[in-house]
């Protein structure tokens, strides 16, 4: 299987069992964000995806405001949601969001300035793929969002 940094690339390895080898390799290159792969080795996690979603269930946690979890720059926030939306207006196989499904909500840990893109642009269905690592919130996700899978 060939890896590419695209959502189609991705359902194919979730097609053929690979969904967590298609996220490792992309955290580790196009997405930049080894400290997230890392720990997601660290345990056994549920993996599921990728999944189409409102994006209004999801909010950012990395950004220039004050409240982010993980604070960056303005300009340099700014500058690379104006190139992501500029990609998206033409590009429609992007890669998913990564997001975790913990105690009965969702915390975006890969995608922060796609998120903000897709927001900008008024995109109101993203794809995501989900990971979980308690089986109580694996099936509090299925009780509350299966439609989605």
């Known amino acids: 299987m060939e890896y590419k940094n695209t959502l189609s690339s991705a359902q194919n390895y979730a097609k053929n069992g690979k ?3 298609w996220i490792h390799t ?7 964000n ?5 720990g997601l080795k660290l345990y056994n996690r549920f993996f599921l995806g990728p999944l189409k979603m409102p994006l209004a269930l999801f909010t950012r946690c990395c950004g220039p405001e004050e409240n982010m979890k993980w604070r960056v720059d303005q300009e340099g926030f700014e500058n690379r949601v104006t190139r ?3 990609t998206i207006k033409i590009e429609k196989d ?3 969001l990564i997001v975790q499904f913990v105690n009965d909500g969702f915390e975006l840990n890969d995608g922060n300035h796609r998120y903000e893109a897709y927001s900008r642009l008024n995109i109101q269905e ?4 989900i990971w ?7 099936e509090l996700f299925l009780s509350k969002y299966s439609k989605y899978i």
């Open 126 to 129: 993203i794809d995501v793929i």
């Open 26 to 32: 992309f955290l580790m290159s196009n997405g930049n």
């Open 19 to 21: 969904l967590e080898d």
């Open 34 to 38: 080894v400290a997230l792969s890392d």
């Open 94 to 96: 992007m890669p998913p």
């Open 84 to 86: 992501l939306e500029n």
């Open 132 to 138: 979980i690592t308690e089986k109580h919130d694996y």
